[in-house]
């Protein structure tokens, strides 16, 4: 990534994303399912990184990218994307006793960590802010930031009480007072914060014991970081540092250069609550690297499988890099190793294979990237530009009427509350029993009252404008709306043709309980039909009938959803073979039905959900927000223009030319593959990665 042009790169791509991975790691190659934030603990750390000011939030995510997006935005970005690399979580969990999240404190106990054992974590200094890191909300910074809120306001209410009170022994004690309450405050925010920092860190080695095994082992590995030759900026573990020397250094011999960035080690709250899958854990240990994450976001399955649908379906092409090897992930570990020790890995036929084959994938993903970004018709494209500057505009203007409308409200209700307390004494009634007109009817109430009405004026003009927007995306979208409804066209015509009652058809898990059964059943109707024996029959008879009796309601679901009586035209019971069959073809009717609904989700999120065309304001910026996961279809088209980086050039994967000495292309691509090092582009759609590189054996050290 350019140093000009450099962008945000909180990659969300924390380990990567959600991920799958062959051992040791787990895979990032299979459907990923997860929900973001499964866990209380997941939750809690996101509301603190959310919560934390500018300072705070650079400590913990330095390695994050740069400028324009709000420090604190961008912990919560990265922090949201992180945890999306996995499709389960291992399991394994603290031993921890009491852990109690509020808003003033947080407890953690764990007797197997003893302050002894936590005094190494005072001496580690790479990356700068790794203290801060493990001390997550509670740190120096965040400590100093506290007592100087409470400074400020004893020195208000020192002020106030100057200004209100006569000189006097009542004013000196009033001013005692207040002093006296401030210390008392600033010595109890000091122990909190002194108490939250050894738990953290209490914590942090408790969970990395776990995944790297007893003392040092985790001092050990943390006093491994090292910064990245030529990435100003960028940690990494020791030995992704080095392989990343003699990535840079191949790449030198060729006349280019590695791409730069910051985003590389980065704990991201990972070391607190239930540890993640491993998968997750790639940036926390210093393993992971994100590049340009604008131009190269993540297409997940998190906030649903629309995008990728879209992308898949308007890119006409891959939207990951697909290889033919069954095992890339423990291939490129082998060829890091094979290449690390000196060999040529190009000389030999099956790497050259590899690479071929990778480069000619490469090259078919961008070439759907850029096809996607013309797949709607330019007069199109130019509508939808001009319905997102209105849809932005308005959205910029709402923030005011908004933040003034709530300010207002709370002085009606505090001007309400007076009034009924008022109107109660002089009619010696129960505050709850004075009408609300009255109330309103009250002078300064009433005033308030008129006071809001402009801006409820405004906000109405400013709402009909955003659903303006919204109404004109159904013609704005007709093309893409026709190449959806030649997706769903056919399915409902072998929908139809199935004949099959959809809402009959029992739960995927009662279908998987019946199937089971009907082998079984089926099993023992083929053997009777070979057996010639009365008493042999019987017995076979029986059981069958028996098998039969234990899913019977499911069987006749079965019948409701296939619209059959379950009899043969003789009077005897369908046989298990034919019960198989209807099986198979409630799954494909399933199977049909989720595909049909994805594409009508598709088109309704096209023609209705302004968010997921348009997406969010940044905050503090009178511009939409670019995001790193999961993007509006505006940035995906480059519509969301930037003139400080290159990143309204829209689609999923832009690599830079070939040209470009120190750039995220090819060349880059495949000498990080020969050195061990895998691309998050080359897992499956919905959790591809184009931003994310692991150094595979990195995960060969945990336990």
């Given at each position: ?210 995944l790297l095994g007893p003392d040092p082992a985790t001092e050990n590995h943390f006093k491994a970081f090292e910064p990245v030759d030529g990435s100003p900026g960028l940690f990494l573990h020791g030995d992704a540092a080095a392989r990343m020397k003699e990535v840079r250094a191949e790449l030198i011999s060729k006349g280019h250069d590695i791409p730069d960035t910051t985003v590389g080690q980065a704990l991201r709250g990972r070391h607190l609550g239930k540890l993640p899958n491993k998968g997750m854990l790639g940036h926390a240990l210093g393993f992971s690297i994100d590049y340009n994450a604008y131009a190269n976001p993540k297409i997940s399955f998190e906030q649903g499988h629309e995008r990728v649908a879209m992308t898949r379906l308007f890119s006409g092409g891959p939207t990951n890099i697909k ?381």
């Amino acid at each position: 990534m350019r140093t000009a042009t450099r962008q945000p790169q909180q990659k969300s791509s924390a380990n990567s994303t959600k991920s799958k991975r062959p051992q040791p790691a787990p895979s990032h190659e299979a459907h990923p399912l997860l929900r973001l934030q499964r866990t209380i603990g997941n939750q809690a750390v996101l509301r603190l990184l959310r919560a934390r000011a500018d300072a705070e939030a650079r400590s913990a995510t330095e390695e994050a990218p740069v400028a324009e997006v709000p420090k604190n935005e961008k912990q919560a970005q990265v922090t949201t994307h992180e945890l999306t690399h996995v499709v389960q979580q291992t399991g394994a969990t603290s031993p921890m006793i009491a852990r109690q999240v509020g808003t003033t404190s947080t407890t953690v106990r764990f007797p197997s960590v003893s302050d002894d054992d936590i005094k190494w974590i005072d001496t580690l200094t790479k990356p700068p802010n790794i203290l801060e890191q493990i001390d997550l909300g509670f740190s120096p910074t965040a400590e100093l930031r506290n007592i100087g809120r409470v400074e400020s306001a004893e020195k208000r209410d020192v002020a106030r009480i100057e200004k209100t009170m006569k000189p006097g022994p009542d004013r000196d004690a009033a001013i005692e007072k207040a002093r006296a309450a401030a210390t008392t405050q600033t010595d109890s925010e000091k122990q909190r914060f002194q108490t939250g920092r050894g738990d953290r860190r209490k914590e942090f080695l408790n969970n990395m014991r776990i995944l790297l095994g007893p003392d040092p082992a985790t001092e050990n590995h943390f006093k491994a970081f090292e910064p990245v030759d030529g990435s100003p900026g960028l940690f990494l573990h020791g030995d992704a540092a080095a392989r990343m020397k003699e990535v840079r250094a191949e790449l030198i011999s060729k006349g280019h250069d590695i791409p730069d960035t910051t985003v590389g080690q980065a704990l991201r709250g990972r070391h607190l609550g239930k540890l993640p899958n491993k998968g997750m854990l790639g940036h926390a240990l210093g393993f992971s690297i994100d590049y340009n994450a604008y131009a190269n976001p993540k297409i997940s399955f998190e906030q649903g499988h629309e995008r990728v649908a879209m992308t898949r379906l308007f890119s006409g092409g891959p939207t990951n890099i697909k290889v033919s090897q069954p095992n890339p992930r423990a291939f490129i570990e082998q060829l890091g190793k094979r290449t690390a020790a000196g060999e040529d890995v190009e000389k030999d036929v099956k790497v050259q294979a590899f690479l071929t084959e990778f480069e000619q994938q490469f090259n078919l993903m961008h070439a759907a990237s850029d096809q996607f970004k013309q797949s709607l018709p330019a007069a199109n494209l130019a509508d939808l530009r001009n319905l997102k500057d209105r849809y932005e505009k308005a959205l910029v203007d709402l923030r005011p009427v908004d933040s003034n409308l709530k300010a207002l409200d709370q002085k009606i209700t505090v001007a309400r509350n007076a009034a009924r307390k008022l109107i109660s004494g002089q009619l010696k009634t129960k505050p709850a029993d004075v009408p609300a007109e009255d109330i309103d009817a009250q002078e300064k109430v009433a005033k308030l009252l008129e006071d809001r009405k402009p801006l409820d004026q405004q906000k109405s003009v400013l709402e009909a404008e955003k659903e303006a927007v919204r109404t004109s995306l159904k013609t704005t979208f007709q093309p893409w709306l026709t190449k959806i409804q030649e997706k769903i066209d056919p399915l409902r015509a072998a929908e139809t043709k199935a004949g099959i009652l959809l809402d009959q058809i029992p739960s995927e898990a009662e279908l998987n309980k019946a199937v089971n059964q009907l082998k079984n059943i089926d099993r023992l109707e083929k053997q009777l039909a070979t057996v010639t024996n009365a008493k042999t029959s019987e017995r076979l008879n029986d059981s069958i009938n028996k098998l039969r009796a234990k899913i019977a309601p499911l069987l006749a679901q079965f019948d409701s959803a296939a619209g059959s009586s379950g009899m043969t035209p003789d009077g005897k019971p369908l046989s298990a073979s034919i019960r198989l069959e209807q099986g198979e073809k409630f799954t494909e009717a399933r199977l049909r039905r989720r595909e049909i609904d994805l594409w009508a989700s598709l088109a309704k999120n096209l023609t209705e959900n302004t968010r997921f065309v348009f997406g969010d304001l940044e905050d503090g910026k009178s511009r939409l927000r670019l995001e790193s996961m999961d993007p509006s279809v505006a940035q995906l088209l480059g519509l969301l223009d930037r003139s400080d980086r290159k990143t309204d050039e829209g689609g999923f994967f832009n690599p830079d030319p070939d040209t470009e000495k120190r750039g995220f292309n090819l060349l880059f691509f495949k000498t990080m593959v020969k050195h061990g090092f895998q691309p998050g582009a080359t897992w499956q759609a919905g959790s591809t990665d184009p931003m994310h590189f692991d150094f595979v054996e990195g995960w060969s050290k945990l336990k």
